[in-house]
């Protein structure tokens, strides 16, 4: 039989504020077990939660960029479930009042995915397993952590439009700068819904849940799996059963974690030890102001304004970081497709090789004038990729960097003349079959100008001067 | 009164006539020998306390003297004290040792308050006399009969000069009553509940039990205050500095009908002279009416066991506190050491939580709950429109809490006085206004509008001036 897939996501992005959700612990990946925790962290009887504005503004932020409407009046409530991991035994969460509704990405084939809500929470600690000395260990450091829940409606019909929705969204988080979006480290999880009806049906199927899909691809291979196990289920005329599952990455399948009847009743309620957040429309507003270009309008802009291939836009805006630098590299030399260029080809392999991919050791001034010695003939193609290589693991301007290595053509034009004058004459047989329509010699003649003149002359110039010599 | 009130420590302590020093040994001494009798105390810190006694004396010694210098005070086991024991009163916490000052220990050291020690509660401030896991305290006027608050008994009989005590559903108030002391159970907000081990963050408070309201006006004014540690405490100024004036003349005092309704012959006439006293001293009694009362008790119940499954539920035997060694698993340890931790009163709240949270439960129980706790205020408003005190018993029976009754629903009656100003957040205070046959305190419970915590305390000092020459003192 065929079936239609009915695929809700739920993202989990941990936001990058400077200090924990409900307490004034720092917060950052790694780090030496339980050295950012306090009373509030480990849950010591008596400590209060107090929390933290630069996370609200942070969830606000998330909302505008996934297009939600933000809640003047938003509150907290205790989500509760023993787990070692999580000491107080309840997670702080919003349940009943989140912060953001109602929002939609749309994706590159028109498909409208709508987000249901995004509410803010906590992360839990992490349990640290010791099979040598059978022991679990806590780790609290990440206890407290601010986080999203990002939910969608079941919009979505394709392990790829799964895939691209949570790409847009971890890059549309980071242009907000308020997640680095990094799924390796944990900073960004994806739970998956997922049912099958009959192709057409009004009638939802039963659906599992998949548990903490930790990159891109696994949410691919995950979704992909699921749609065959639940379509082999339902074509031997069996039934799903409800349940919550996790994906086994070595072996590419999903497993059984706990069925309906096992799940837990959490038993929200509003957090008495936190007072209702309000926000003013200004102050909703005044973030809104400060909300970057989002990367799909910046993609507009580079293939429509600066005539950029798809590919290389693309490239471009997949960070913010690289994408802020090309607009302030262009906005001082507007040559777009040698930028674009410099960026997708030789910028990209230095940041593949040496894994530095923000805080650049130079300016963008520094790299227009780059680009410009190029095309002014001062630079030759490979010694650009020799000083951009300098630039980039040492810093320094192009112009010293060039000088230093000796890499400055000295285009002398008075010998360029000679050598050309001395070339036209040489090779007369050439230069009539070139005006005969043989273009391909040019090149031989071009070679043979070369040899005179050597190096220390820009090919571009030698190119530029023989051209209106031969005419 | 026996022993010293804060304002004769404090003449003593500030004209030399005793030094910080001696005073603390007097109260440590009086503690270890008459704590045992009263079991007021669970734990007597008495090598801290000398030791804070010398910084007082050095404070006093430069001049530096603020009001609570020197002055011996003991502390209710549900505050933590950093490196003091503080057990809750329970066997899950007969270990713990806080590694932080709450709010108010804090705040008591900066004045150079001497902390005595711990004082003994029901178990997590929930339940009957019985609950605590260091037996029930005793009432000093008769040492047969329990009082829930070790605090009260330890400033009746005059084991410390005043106490801190932390409330919930009206602890504060009914323990001062039993005890014949004075309590406040202050406007929700007004003091930082940070590093108090509450079961209800929504109902707990932090008050003050002494032994005259004048004292309690001095407490107050050295813990009261906005926290940035405590998002539900809020700043506000209360006129402590004028509350010596205490002119009565032309205050209306509304006297609550449902409340006297159901009160004994005994008790209801020990209001009806109280109210005859605040006449005389230029008040208009009125009768007001509270209709929303009957519901309080079973909102309260409600509320507070529901928030203490959740606060509750950091008590895993990971961390601190008792672990029991039965159990292979997390799952299994968790069972034992929750099952051996708590007492009986605890795990029927417990369960009685969990079932008004649980799903489908919510909207039947715990949001209605909630919705009694608004209308409650609203009433409560209205009537502070007329009135500017009110005036009720503390409990329909008086002094014998001992005799437990046959059902725990039947136990929780005594609180239903009490549970509606915990359920609005009202600053309200008790001081004793009679005596029953067998010679026990009875108190009278003063109710102030959000906020009108001195003028309470005010209201409160003028009865007692009438009061104190019928005063009869405790048996211990």
């Known amino acids: 039989m065929r079936y239609d897939v009915v695929i809700g996501l739920e993202i989990h992005a941990e936001l990058s504020t400077k200090t924990k959700i409900f307490c004034s612990c720092e917060q950052y990946f790694g780090g030496e077990q339980n050295t950012r925790c306090c009373a509030g962290c480990a ?24 297009d939600c409407g933000i809640s003047l009046e938003s509150a907290f409530d205790r989500k509760n479930y023993f787990y ?25 084939d028109n498909t409208t995915v709508r987000v249901n809500r995004i509410h803010l929470e906590e992360d839990a600690g992490k349990l640290i397993h ?30 790829e439009q799964a895939r691209e929705f949570a790409e847009i969204v971890a890059n549309r988080l980071r242009y907000a700068e308020v997640c680095d979006a990094k799924m ?12 099958l009806k009959p192709s057409g049906s009004p009638i939802l199927g039963t659906r599992a849940e998949i548990k903490n899909l930790n990159s891109f691809k696994s949410i691919v291979r995950a979704i992909e799996y699921e749609i065959e196990r639940q379509s082999e289920l339902l074509d031997a005329g069996k039934k799903v059963v409800q349940e919550t599952r996790r994906f086994n990455e070595n072996h590419g399948r999903t497993i059984a974690m706990r069925s309906k009847e096992e799940a837990q009743d959490y038993r929200y309620f509003p957090d008495p030890d936190i007072p209702t957040i309000l926000i003013e429309q200004a102050e909703v507003d005044k973030i809104a102001s400060t909300m970057p270009e989002l990367p799909e309008a910046r993609l507009a802009r580079y293939i429509n304004e600066y005539n950029l291939p798809e590919a290389a836009a693309k ?64 630079l030759t193609r490979a010694a650009q990729k020799t000083v951009l290589e300098i630039m980039y693991t040492c810093g320094g301007t192009p112009d010293n960097i060039a000088k230093q290595e000796n890499l400055i053509l000295e285009n002398d034009l008075e010998a360029l003349e000679q050598a050309i004058k001395q070339v036209l004459s040489e090779y007369q047989k050439a230069v009539q079959e070139y005006k005969d329509g043989s273009l391909k010699v040019f090149g031989f003649l071009m070679g043979q100008v070369s040899r005179i003149v050597g190096k220390s002359t820009s090919p571009a110039i030698i190119k530029e001067k023989l051209t209106k010599a031969l005419e | 009164m026996q022993g010293y009130t804060i304002r004769q420590a404090r003449a003593l302590l500030d004209k030399g006539k005793i030094g910080a020093a001696e005073l603390t040994r007097y109260y440590l001494e009086r503690a270890a020998k008459l704590s045992p009798k009263l079991n007021a105390y669970i734990t007597i810190a008495a090598a801290e306390a000398e030791k804070e006694a010398l910084r007082a004396q050095a404070m006093l010694d430069s001049g530096n003297q603020k009001p609570l210098t020197g002055i011996p005070i003991a502390i209710s086991d549900n505050i933590s004290t950093k490196g003091m024991l503080t057990t809750c009163g329970s066997r899950m916490l007969y270990n713990y040792k806080p590694v932080f000052d709450a709010t108010v220990i804090e705040k008591l050291k900066e004045q150079g308050a001497v902390i005595l020690g711990k004082t003994n509660i029901s178990e997590f401030c929930l339940g009957d006399n019985a609950s605590s896991f260091f037996g029930a ?3 000093p006027y008769n040492v047969d009969k329990s009082t829930s608050s070790g605090a009260a008994a330890a400033v009746c009989a005059d084991l410390a000069v005043c106490a801190i005590s932390a409330d919930i559903g009206g602890s504060i108030v009914q323990s001062a009553s039993l005890c014949g002391v004075v309590g406040i159970q202050p406007t929700y907000g007004a003091v930082s509940r940070y590093g ?88 208009n009694i009125v009768q007001v009416s509270l209709p929303s009362a009957k519901y309080a008790l079973s909102a309260y119940y409600i509320i507070s066991s529901a928030e203490a499954t959740s606060s509750f539920a950091l008590y895993d035997g990971i961390r601190f506190g008792y672990r029991s060694k039965e159990g292979d698993t997390f799952e299994q340890n968790l069972w034992h050491t929750r099952g051996e931790g708590f007492g009986e009163e605890v795990k029927r709240r417990l369960l009685l939580g969990v079932f008004a949270l649980g799903s489908g439960n919510y909207e039947k129980y715990y949001y209605k709950a909630k919705l009694v706790k ?41 609180s239903a006085f009490t549970v509606a100003q915990n359920l609005a957040g009202l600053p309200c205070a008790s001081t004793a206004c009679g005596y029953s046959k067998e010679g026990m305190p009875i108190g009278a419970q003063l109710i102030a509008p959000h906020f009108a915590d001195a003028k309470l305390l005010a209201c409160a000092t003028a009865f007692e001036q009438v009061f104190a020459s019928k005063r009869k003192e405790a048996a211990v």
């Open chain 1, 43 to 66: 849950a010591l009887p008596g400590a209060l939660p107090v929390f933290n504005k630069q996370a609200i503004t942070y969830a606000v932020k998330a909302g505008l960029a996934l």
């Open chain 1, 130 to 159: 010791d099979d040598y000395h059978g022991v679990s260990l806590a780790d609290y450091n990440r206890s407290s952590v601010p986080l999203i829940e990002i939910v969608t409606e079941p919009d979505i019909s394709s392990a």
């Open chain 1, 84 to 108: 070692p991991d999580l000491p107080k035994a309840y997670q702080i969460s919003q349940f009943y009042k989140p912060i953001c509704v109602n929002g939609k990405v749309i994706l590159s």
């Open chain 2, 196 to 283: 108090m081990i509450s079961s209800a963050p929504s109902l707990s408070q932090i008050g003050a039990i002494a032994k005259d309201a004048q004292d309690c006006v001095a407490l107050l004014s050295a813990i009261a205050g906005k926290d940035m540690r405590d998002m539900t405490s809020i700043g506000y100024k209360s006129d402590f500095a004028n509350v010596k004036e205490c002119n009565l003349q032309g205050k209306t005092i509304g006297i609550i009908t449902e409340y006297i309704a159901q009160a004994s012959a005994e008790v209801k006439a020990a209001i009806e002279n109280t109210a005859q006293t605040f006449k005389e001293l230029g008040c």
């Open chain 2, 374 to 414: 608004e209308k409650l205020k609203a009433e409560f408003n209205a009537i502070f429109n007329t009135c500017d005190f009110l005036l009720c018993p503390v409990a329909a029976e008086q002094g014998d809490n001992t005799a437990r009754s046959a059902t725990s629903v039947q136990n929780w009656q005594a």
């Open chain 1, 184 to 195: 390796e480290e944990g900073s960004l999880r994806c739970d998956v819904n997922i049912s």
């Open chain 2, 137 to 139: 305290p005793a009432n």
């Open chain 1, 315 to 378: 490239i471009i805006i997949t960070s913010k970081y690289l994408s802020d630098f090309y607009d302030s590299t262009v906005a001082i030399y507007n040559n777009y497709s040698e930028i674009a260029n410099l960026f997708v080809v030789e910028l990209f392999r230095l940041i593949n090789d040496y894994q530095i991919d923000k805080d650049f050791k130079f300016t963008p001034k520094e790299l227009a004038r780059l680009a410009e010695m190029l095309d002014k003939g001062t």
